[in-house]
């Protein structure tokens, strides 16, 4: 079977069984793993975020009192 790289239709069904196993696997696994990642890099940027505010509220009220004298 030259169109098949030489293998055989059980061995092609077999692989692509294993692969399919081996990617339910990873997702099992690395999912969680990057949700946990996911919900670390959300905390900082929120965290970060409430900092640039806090320091705008402060920058915004100190030209304000500049221009009020």
Same mark, same amino acid.
């Given at each position: 079977?030259?169109?098949?790289?030489?293998?055989?239709?059980? #061995?092609?069904?077999?692989?692509? %069984?294993?692969? &399919?196993?081996?990617?339910? @696997? =990873?997702?099992?696994?690395?999912?969680?793993? +990057?949700?946990?990642?996911? #919900?670390?890099?959300?905390?900082? %940027?929120?965290? &970060?975020?409430?900092?640039? @505010? =806090?320091?705008?509220?402060?920058?915004?009220? +100190?030209?304000?009192?500049?221009?009020?004298?």
């Amino acid at each position: 079977m030259a169109g098949l790289g030489g293998r055989s239709l059980e #061995q092609l069904r077999k692989r692509s %069984l294993w692969n &399919h196993e081996v990617g339910r @696997a =990873q997702t099992a696994v690395i999912q969680p793993h +990057l949700a946990e990642h996911a #919900q670390r890099i959300d905390a900082e %940027l929120v965290r &970060h975020l409430g900092v640039l @505010a =806090q320091a705008h509220t402060s920058d915004t009220g +100190l030209h304000r009192d500049l221009e009020n004298g």
